[in-house]
């Protein structure tokens, strides 16, 4: 820890101060390994990838688009939102805009209209990538609209840029997260997010050039962007990105077919893999190395049944769109029961009292997790919503909502969403605790918490579940489960069947869909 940074503070090295993202994740890697592989995009799970990009050719096309995108008379700094589907043009529309010093947008395909419009407006986007498939009939007057082969025509641009003459702390790109208003917010990172995610490559991933990472998810979430895009090339490691239908028997084939090092998904995905398709301790998973897990919690029993079918492990992370992870087990910090992990390293992360203050916890007290607003990989703000941004802010910590504990080891035990927290008969429960238990019920094969008002003065600890296949939808049983091995007062009072747990495009429970449920 340098002087500078006082008691506390990030101890890692801090980016230079002229840095441009593109350069540092794509212009290293292009001039260390020209020839190797940096993208393989799969639209068939067993067949050799439909496209086989090299660092030195992702280069050209990203340094062409940025030509072409100056060329359009976009001032610096202009927002460029992209609605398109999830293949490569996405992601070098995205290291385009970047490697010009412009602001991408990335946005999900599932997206509505309205939603989408939404975002629009809201960012006030000079330039829009719009898929055919992906309609707007209100776009405001003065923007700029091309398709995806527009952009693909931009990618063979007669000219190439140079990457922009940036400062670390210049705006990089712009992602919108669920607000707490009804509205989504927009968090801007600057160029520095990509450095700042360093403590990540051996504190998460054990990342190596030799890797072969496959993220499950979509372009629009900075859980794939970073850890399916930035991060791999960043090591002169390949991506690999799958275009095709993603039922999740598929995922074994391809992590075979691909030879995928490292696979990357959500806790939801994991479980259906287990559930749903074919894996063993022998060839079904090919030369995987460990998997990578975050987005949400995992279900009880998910680690162990894991290495016990696949004889892999897998590290969880926790983190937050501001952030990106910075809270991991690794192949050099091995999972502690219960707990996510340890602080990565050179990050400063702290428990801070609920109710407020400053100064941290002892250990083993619960409270709200705090990272020391110094990491590099720390947004630059919310996206003109000053009245939001004072909310996460406390003197010089950065407090994203999540409730936790921290051992004597250093392990950061997840206790839940300040938010999520349910009050019941006076007392403050979490809802992963009472799914936990939940979740061992024989006939519960997804369950999710949460707080809801049965009348107007009433709330009560609500129990959503998605029932095995064949099982009888009897709350009854399941209530006197709970009875048995919870408190009384953490017991739930309403048990409500559904089909499926309302989730995000990218598989995160939304656990505000249930907290908005009302009796019948």
Same mark, same amino acid.
């Not at 990272?371 to 919503?385: E, K």
């Not at 024989?442 to 009348?455: D, H, K, S, Y």
């Given at each position: 820890m340098s002087e500078q940074q006082g008691a506390f503070g990030f101890r890692g090295p801090l980016p230079p101060a002229r840095f441009n993202m593109a350069a540092y994740v794509i212009g290293r890697a292009a001039a260390e390994y020209p020839d190797k592989p940096a993208l393989l995009v799969f639209s068939d799970p067993l067949s050799p990838p439909s496209e086989i990009w090299t660092f030195a050719a992702l280069e050209d096309a990203v340094l062409r688009l940025a030509a072409a995108l100056k060329a359009e008379g976009l001032e610096p700094g202009a927002r460029?939102?992209?609605?398109?589907?999830?293949?490569?043009?996405?992601?070098?529309?995205?290291? +385009?805009?970047?490697? %010009?010093?412009? #602001?991408?947008?990335?946005?999900?395909?599932?997206? @509505?209209?309205?939603?989408?419009?939404? &975002?629009?407006?809201?960012?006030?986007?000079?330039?829009?990538?719009l898929s055919d498939a992906l309609p707007m009939s209100r776009i405001p007057a003065g923007v700029r609209v091309v398709d995806g082969a527009r952009i693909r025509a931009m990618a063979a641009y007669p000219h190439r840029a140079t990457y922009a003459d940036t400062a670390a702390d210049d705006p990089a790109y712009l992602i919108y997260t669920s607000g707490t208003t009804s509205r989504p917010k927009g968090v801007l990172h600057a160029h520095r997010a990509a450095w700042g995610r360093r403590p990540m490559y051996?504190?998460?991933? +054990?990342?190596?050039? %030799?890797?072969? #990472?496959?993220?499950?998810?979509?372009?629009?979430? @900075?859980?794939?962007?970073?850890?399916? &895009?930035?991060?791999?090339?960043?090591?002169?490691?390949?991506?690999?990105?799958?275009?095709g239908p993603k039922d999740p028997t598929i995922w074994p084939g391809l992590i075979r077919s691909s030879e995928a090092t490292i696979f990357a998904a959500v806790p939801t995905l994991y479980r259906q893999i287990l559930r749903y398709a074919q894996v063993d301790r022998g060839e079904t998973l090919g030369v995987l190395r460990h998997g990578l897990m975050a987005g949400e919690a995992p279900p009880p029993g998910l680690f162990e049944e894991w290495h016990e079918r696949t004889g892999r492990e897998i590290y969880e992370a926790l983190g937050m769109s501001e952030l990106s992870t910075y809270i991991s087990s690794a192949p050099a910090v091995p999972r502690k029961p219960g707990a996510v992990g340890k602080p990565q390293p050179g990050r400063c992360v702290v428990i801070l009292p609920a109710e407020g203050g400053t100064t941290p916890l002892p250990l083993g007290e619960e409270g709200l997790l705090a990272a020391h607003r110094s990491d590099p990989g720390l947004m630059l703000g919310y996206w003109n919503r000053p009245e939001e941004e004072a909310e996460v802010f406390r003197g010089e910590w950065f407090i994203g909502g999540d409730l936790a504990r921290m051992d004597e080891e250093g392990y950061v035990t997840h206790c839940g969403r300040a938010n999520d927290i349910m009050k019941a008969l006076g007392y403050r429960v979490a809802p992963q605790e009472?799914?936990?238990?939940?979740?061992?019920?024989?006939?519960?094969?997804?369950?999710?918490?949460?707080?809801?008002?049965?009348?107007?003065?009433?709330?009560?600890?609500?129990?959503?579940?998605?029932?095995?296949?064949?099982?009888?939808?009897?709350?009854?049983?399941?209530?006197?489960f709970a009875a048995e091995r919870l408190a009384a007062y953490k017991c739930p009072r309403e048990v409500v069947f559904l089909d499926a747990l309302p989730?995000?495009?990218?598989?995160?429970?939304?656990r505000g869909d249930l907290k908005n449920w009302r009796p019948t």
């Amino acid at each position: 820890m340098s002087e500078q940074q006082g008691a506390f503070g990030f101890r890692g090295p801090l980016p230079p101060a002229r840095f441009n993202m593109a350069a540092y994740v794509i212009g290293r890697a292009a001039a260390e390994y020209p020839d190797k592989p940096a993208l393989l995009v799969f639209s068939d799970p067993l067949s050799p990838p439909s496209e086989i990009w090299t660092f030195a050719a992702l280069e050209d096309a990203v340094l062409r688009l940025a030509a072409a995108l100056k060329a359009e008379g976009l001032e610096p700094g202009a927002r460029i939102m992209i609605r398109l589907e999830n293949t490569s043009t996405y992601a070098l529309l995205f290291f +385009g805009a970047i490697a %010009a010093g412009y #602001v991408p947008l990335p946005t999900s395909s599932q997206l @509505t209209e309205g939603e989408a419009e939404f &975002l629009l407006q809201d960012s006030g986007a000079q330039f829009l990538a719009l898929s055919d498939a992906l309609p707007m009939s209100r776009i405001p007057a003065g923007v700029r609209v091309v398709d995806g082969a527009r952009i693909r025509a931009m990618a063979a641009y007669p000219h190439r840029a140079t990457y922009a003459d940036t400062a670390a702390d210049d705006p990089a790109y712009l992602i919108y997260t669920s607000g707490t208003t009804s509205r989504p917010k927009g968090v801007l990172h600057a160029h520095r997010a990509a450095w700042g995610r360093r403590p990540m490559y051996q504190g998460w991933y +054990g990342i190596t050039p %030799a890797d072969r #990472v496959l993220h499950a998810g979509a372009f629009n979430w @900075t859980y794939t962007l970073g850890t399916g &895009l930035t991060d791999p090339w960043a090591n002169g490691a390949t991506s690999i990105v799958y275009t095709g239908p993603k039922d999740p028997t598929i995922w074994p084939g391809l992590i075979r077919s691909s030879e995928a090092t490292i696979f990357a998904a959500v806790p939801t995905l994991y479980r259906q893999i287990l559930r749903y398709a074919q894996v063993d301790r022998g060839e079904t998973l090919g030369v995987l190395r460990h998997g990578l897990m975050a987005g949400e919690a995992p279900p009880p029993g998910l680690f162990e049944e894991w290495h016990e079918r696949t004889g892999r492990e897998i590290y969880e992370a926790l983190g937050m769109s501001e952030l990106s992870t910075y809270i991991s087990s690794a192949p050099a910090v091995p999972r502690k029961p219960g707990a996510v992990g340890k602080p990565q390293p050179g990050r400063c992360v702290v428990i801070l009292p609920a109710e407020g203050g400053t100064t941290p916890l002892p250990l083993g007290e619960e409270g709200l997790l705090a990272a020391h607003r110094s990491d590099p990989g720390l947004m630059l703000g919310y996206w003109n919503r000053p009245e939001e941004e004072a909310e996460v802010f406390r003197g010089e910590w950065f407090i994203g909502g999540d409730l936790a504990r921290m051992d004597e080891e250093g392990y950061v035990t997840h206790c839940g969403r300040a938010n999520d927290i349910m009050k019941a008969l006076g007392y403050r429960v979490a809802p992963q605790e009472v799914e936990a238990v939940l979740s061992q019920h024989p006939a519960v094969a997804e369950v999710a918490c949460a707080e809801v008002r049965v009348r107007a003065d009433v709330s009560v600890i609500g129990a959503f579940v998605v029932p095995r296949p064949g099982a009888e939808r009897d709350p009854e049983s399941i209530k006197r489960f709970a009875a048995e091995r919870l408190a009384a007062y953490k017991c739930p009072r309403e048990v409500v069947f559904l089909d499926a747990l309302p989730r995000t495009a990218n598989g995160k429970l939304r656990r505000g869909d249930l907290k908005n449920w009302r009796p019948t």
